[in-house]
């Protein structure tokens, strides 16, 4: 599972990728012999290849190719990284289009050999943090986002999921070496002086005294077990704004790589952190009062209602199961749980991104240095606010009121 | 994992045990060419077939031989069971023997097409169950197991292992055939009307009563949910007393089939649990005030002094630890949790042997039906007392306070 790369890999280019795509018979709906096809890399990300490729007199017919490096990009070969990760990500997609077709990039092939996979370019789309960034509202965001969630994590949990399935799905997805990264990078890093973090020194007296915060410790490492141990879900593992892509009729949820069996709050909680994170980054991006205000408005009604459509689509699975096994009593503790998990954490993902080594557009891309701090302090007070309240939070609007009610320390007075 | 049976496999019976024997170049230093070999089959359990094979001339020369059946052995082939366990129950044993080598039976092999472990024979020994049924005390069993459970749980989970083995092991140990018998046996039917419970007609009514108690169901799907999700330590599944082995002297622990990764508190709730319904069975059993008082004494001393010896020998786990990763807070209230799970699990563990399929000699071994119907009210009592109020225990001596401040409510008043 971890072994050797196999013999048959070679990282793709745009010089070779074009014989590649002739190569496949999967493809040959899409492209024809006659076409010239054309191709760029535009992977932004840490850890892929990813190539556009389409046909120069037919740009709509196109297709994405992902490729998995045997190491992290932004590190380098210092830094070696499974491919068996491709496998885990082709498998997550295969589940997601059969549970969130709408929601998921159509696949055409996994290739085991070239660790690669070739789907559906989402050219009418944009990846979700960049609009964030410019104040763009996406309408159906919380409605479409909150059904994913709903049905990817509803229908791989043991509420669903035969006995015998459900675990050996979870062996499956047996993911170690990238459930390190996120163990390494969201719950031990930001919390230490560690050489990775990368957060700007004005915030330093901020950072170092959550740091310095021993009962903030003990709730993330209550929350890194949860994320070790509980096997509820097959999670995507990596569900920030980055990872969704949307424009204002559809949303699609790409690179599920990170997937395992994990607690459902820690995806329902990357989307929240991350519109957070955008919450705050807007204390200093939109300067009008009343433009700010709208924009906070829709970020914070997309949290309340992507809860309620999360709720409201999970009680099918609810309405199926016995309830002499499961009486409401015990449905309601369990919404509860994934309610206060997901507090706590979207806010270890929101440190994370002000204090460790992979940060957000949103925050760490303004640049005037007294405005990024400020949201970075900002996020760092929501975050703390939530770890330290998630226990006693019941509705979603708790969660809410909690988040938005924190104010920036910085600058600092005093 | 679950396919069908090895072409190699036959169950020995004791005419082809001895052949079986003399083939194995393992036991040529144990039997001798020149030795007449004896064997008895003593399987007393349900899924196995068990020899004790000797040397006629020397019966110190001697091993048990334990095979897995295809199938339940008290139901028939009608519920067919992977031979899988085999396999599982063997690389326990050497987790364990690696452990605690001082509580585990020596293994000689494991035959993988044959479904077998060789093993010592412990003669010396005497099951648990049956000791305490007749009221015998045994004065190190608290040290050794308190120590069993503590290395075997601590040394298992992601306090000890590091990220890749901990997961590499959870998947090695998938167990979904074995987990089922627990789930459905402990956690589902003796909460329901169920064709496969077996209490006897006298207890119906408090039966009754406690399977339309909604509050007691939650708390039971809480304990299930638990069980089938927290990966947290390598279990031995099935830690009753009928599966430790004692004399005056030493301790072990035999038979983990039932191995997964699991939640620590269900081990050691299933050694309190029993302990507390050998507490309820001599309520009438022993019918000397002052020889019951001291034997209860003695379980409940072996509760309290099983659980500080767990603490104190997890204690260098904690030691090993990364305090600004793990500050104390973290670790009391982890080691809060374990025992709230111990009473919890431990409390299903006590309602299942009183209502469901499987019983024990303690309680259902007691030939008059009113004192029988005593031992199991209280039983119950304690168990659903345990069940409700373990969110509020926070040291083991509440727990024994709960479980010894029940009585009866057998004979029924009013």
């Known amino acids: 599972m971890f072994g050797s790369v196999s013999p048959r890999y070679a990282p793709l280019t745009t010089d070779t990728v074009v014989d590649y795509v002739r190569s496949r018979p999967e493809l040959r709906t899409i492209f024809y012999d006659r076409d010239v096809i054309e191709a760029v890399?535009?992977?932004?990300?840490?850890?892929?290849?990813?190539f556009k490729v389409w046909a120069q007199d037919d740009p709509q017919r196109t297709i994405v190719l992902k490729q998995a490096l045997p190491y992290v990009r932004l590190v380098g070969d210092s830094w070696p990284l499974p491919t068996d990760r491709a496998r885990i990500e082709a498998q997550a997609l295969e589940i997601h289009g059969r549970l969130v077709p709408q929601h998921t990039p159509k696949v055409y092939f996994f290739d085991p050999e070239m660790y690669l996979t070739a789907m559906q370019n989402l050219n009418d789309h944009l990846i979700m943090r960049k609009g964030l960034v410019q104040g763009v509202t996406y309408p159906h965001f919380a409605n479409h986002i909150g059904l994913f969630l709903a049905r990817t994590l509803g229908s791989t949990s043991d509420l669903v999921l035969d006995y015998r399935t459900k675990k050996l799905e979870v062996a499956r997805f047996i993911n170690p070496e990238l459930c390190k990264i996120t163990e390494d990078l969201i719950f031990v890093e930001p919390y230490?002086?560690?050489?990775?973090?990368?957060?700007?020194?004005?915030?330093?007296?901020?950072?170092?005294?959550?740091?310095?915060?021993?009962?903030?410790h003990a709730e993330v490492a209550d929350l890194k077990e949860k994320f070790m141990t509980q096997a509820q879900s097959l999670l995507h593992g990596d569900?920030?704004?980055?990872?969704?892509?949307?424009?204002?009729?559809?949303?699609?949820?790409?690179?599920?790589?990170?997937?395992?069996?994990?607690?459902?709050g820690f995806d329902i909680g990357a989307v929240i952190g991350n519109l957070l994170l955008s919450y705050a980054s807007h204390e200093v991006r939109t300067k009008d009062p009343t433009q700010r205000a709208a924009f906070r408005r829709y970020l914070t009604d997309t949290i309340v209602q992507l809860w309620r459509v999360f709720v409201r689509e999970f009680q099918p699975v609810w309405d199926a199961v016995d309830p002499i096994d499961m009486p409401p009593a015990y449905q309601q503790a369990y919404m509860r749980r994934v309610l206060q998990d997901t507090a706590g954490f979207g806010a270890c993902k929101m440190m994370r991104r002000i204090i460790g080594l992979a940060g957000v557009e949103d925050i760490r891309g303004i640049e005037d240095v007294t405005d990024k701090s400020i949201a970075a302090s900002l996020s760092l007070n929501m975050a703390v606010a939530l770890v330290k309240g998630r226990h006693q939070i019941t509705r979603i609007e708790e969660l809410v009121d909690i988040a938005t009610g924190c104010r920036p320390t910085y600058p600092w007075t005093g």
Chains 1, 2 share one sequence.
């Open 192 to 216: 230490r002086q560690h050489e990775r973090n990368r957060y700007h020194p004005e915030i330093e007296p901020q950072v170092l005294a959550l740091q310095a915060d021993v009962a903030l």
């Open 41 to 50: 890399e535009v992977g932004d990300g840490n850890l892929n290849l990813v």
């Open 239 to 264: 569900l920030h704004t980055g990872s969704i892509m949307v424009n204002q009729r559809e949303t699609y949820v790409i690179d599920p790589e990170f997937a395992f069996y994990g607690p459902m």
